[in-house]
């Protein structure tokens, strides 16, 4: 088996400020995902990953940008942080997009002061 | 409106009883994936399914791509049971790696 690991598991920030999250897999898996997570809604697609440098966009990429610096680890930046926001990020890798199953790491909480 | 549409939102079972979850999709939905988020937050995957059932100890799954849905049965409930249980729709293929997700059954079960 494998295990996905995400740091840090919380973090707190300011406004406005610029914010990294990190994400390593030791499945050997080509795609990676980064989710959000807001309270009573279902995850939603930031970007993902199809292989090592490969970024592509989902629903929900507007204030983030996305790293694959190799082919286990794939970081997520939020650009500016919103005030009040709360939110949990999930990182997430399958063996190819779409079509096989998803493990997730256990989450990064974020809150913004 | 939502693509992937759960029910019930939430759901209260005493131990011991069966139950039955459901996922509709307005999407062409090739594959499913049902995931358990337990209370420490960790989304663990219950089932991957192409059209057709699976079957996992106490859990059992259908997905129905004509009729376009899926469901989950909890046999014989246990209080491990208890979590958020999501859906999520894909599409086989290509590039495509979005996942659609539904917003989840909040399951409690109690003794």
């Known amino acids: 088996g494998g295990i996905i690991t995400q740091t840090p598991k919380f973090l707190i920030g300011q406004e406005g400020q610029k914010l990294t999250l990190k994400c390593q897999q030791n499945?050997?898996?080509?795609?990676m995902y980064w989710y959000r997570q807001d309270s009573g809604k279902g995850l939603r697609l930031i970007y993902y990953?199809?292989?090592?440098?490969?970024?592509q966009k989902g629903d929900l990429s507007e204030g983030y940008d996305a790293s694959r610096e190799k082919k286990s680890s794939f970081s997520l930046t939020v650009t500016s942080a919103q005030k009040n926001e709360m939110a949990v990020f999930l990182c997430?890798?399958?063996?190819?997009?779409?079509?096989?199953?998803?493990?997730f790491g256990a989450g990064t909480r974020l809150s913004v002061l | 409106g939502d693509k992937v549409k759960q029910s019930p939102s939430a759901l209260s079972l005493q131990e011991g009883t069966n139950s039955a979850l459901r996922c509709n999709f307005s999407?062409?939905?090739?594959?499913v994936q049902w995931f358990l988020q337990n209370p420490r937050g960790s989304l663990i995957n219950l089932f991957y399914?192409?059209?057709g059932t699976k079957e996992n100890g106490r859990l059992k799954s259908a997905f129905d791509s004509k009729e376009s849905y899926s469901t989950l049965h909890i046999r014989d409930a246990q209080l491990e049971d208890s979590g958020t249980y999501f859906c999520?729709?894909?599409?086989?293929?290509?590039?495509?790696?979005?996942?659609?997700f539904g917003k989840g059954t909040k399951l409690s079960v109690k003794s």
């Open positions: 990953s199809i292989t090592e440098n490969d970024l």
């Open positions: 499945f050997n898996h080509d795609t």
């Open positions: 997430a890798s399958s063996i190819l997009p779409g079509v096989n199953t998803l493990y």
């Open positions: 999407i062409a939905a090739t594959t």
């Open positions: 399914l192409v059209p």
């Open positions: 999520a729709a894909g599409r086989a293929g290509g590039s495509n790696a979005k996942l659609t």
